[in-house]
């Protein structure tokens, strides 16, 4: 089992950057995929980027690539998101998620563990 925690959101200017922490406590924390989701208020829970066990794989939705970068530090149990040039259509709350499967998946379905989550807002 793994406890997730998020941390790094805040209000941002359009144009500007935040990198988001996704903290885990677990002894195999290595072995978990990692998936990051945002969900805007009246919206679904959508996919954003997500990375394999060893962080060389990664995956993104469409709208954020070349803005958003996800990685892992293994041995500081924790996934940040980077993500750079933000716009307004990106302020939502942000969760990050894990699961046990290697297999890639953009459903929050399959992901058995989340955080509380971290609020993004991008002001134009």
């Known amino acids: 089992q793994v406890q997730l925690v998020e941390s790094g959101g805040g209000s941002v200017q359009a144009g500007g950057s935040l990198r988001l922490s996704c903290a885990a406590s677990?002894?195999?924390?290595?072995?978990?995929?990692i998936g990051w989701f945002r969900q805007a208020p009246g919206k679904e829970r959508e996919f954003v980027a997500a990375?394999?066990?060893?962080?060389?794989?990664?995956y993104y939705t469409d709208s954020v690539k070349g803005r958003f970068t996800i990685s892992r530090d293994n041995t500081k149990n924790t996934v940040y998101l980077q993500m750079n040039s933000l716009n307004p259509v990106d302020t939502a709350v942000y969760y990050c998620?894990?699961?046990?499967?290697?297999?890639?998946?953009?459903?929050?379905?399959?992901?058995?563990?989340w955080g509380q989550g971290t609020q993004v807002t991008v002001s134009s």
């Open positions: 998620a894990a699961k046990t499967s290697p297999l890639h998946t953009s459903d929050p379905a399959r992901y058995d563990y």
């Open positions: 990375i394999g066990w060893s962080g060389s794989t990664t």
């Open positions: 677990g002894r195999t924390f290595s072995l978990y995929y």
